[in-house]
C-alpha cells in the first residue's frame, strides 16, 4: 500500500450521503485509472467504481450504481467518490486504488489492474 490516501469517511444515517477523496500522497503522478474497492466485515474485497483518467470512463457495481458517483478533478490531481442514499449494507472500510501503468491485463473491476493502494477509510451507516 501506498502512494495514495484515501479521506472523507464517517458516519451517516441512512439514505444520508457521504464524499470520499482520493489524492497521491507525494509527487503526483500519470495513472490510467483510479478505482474505488470496499471491506465489509468478514467480506472479500469487492470492486466499487472505476474511471480512466483521459477519458472519464466510468464503471460501477451493481449494487451502487444510480447511487455512488466517481469523478476525476486533473487540476487537483484528485478522485472522488460521491455516495447518496447509502444504506447500511455500504458500511465497510473503502480503498482508492490507482492504476499508474495502464498494462490492462486485468479488467478495472479486478484488483489485481492496480498498483497503489491508500489504506482505507471507514465508513459505517447507521442509525
Known amino acids: 500500500q501506498g502512494q495514495v490516501a484515501e479521506s472523507g469517511g464517517g458516519l451517516v444515517q441512512p439514505g444520508g450521503s457521504l464524499k470520499l477523496s482520493c489524492a497521491p500522497t507525494g509527487r503526483p503522478f500519470g495513472s490510467y485509472a483510479w478505482g474505488w474497492f470496499r471491506q465489509r466485515s468478514g467480506k472479500e474485497r469487492d470492486f466499487v467504481a472505476a474511471i480512466t483518467w483521459r477519458n472519464g470512463n466510468k464503471v460501477y457495481s451493481d449494487s451502487v450504481k444510480g447511487r455512488f458517483t466517481i469523478s476525476r478533478d486533473a487540476a487537483k490531481d484528485t478522485v472522488t467518490l460521491e455516495m447518496n442514499s447509502l444504506e447500511p449494507e455500504d458500511t465497510a472500510v473503502y480503498y482508492c486504488?490507482?492504476?499508474?501503468?495502464?498494462?490492462?491485463?486485468?479488467?478495472?473491476?479486478?484488483?489485481?489492474?492496480?498498483?497503489?493502494w491508500g489504506q482505507g477509510t471507514q465508513v459505517t451507516v447507521s442509525s
Open positions: 486504488a490507482a492504476d499508474p501503468y495502464g498494462r490492462r491485463v486485468y479488467s478495472l473491476q479486478d484488483g489485481r489492474a492496480y498498483d497503489y
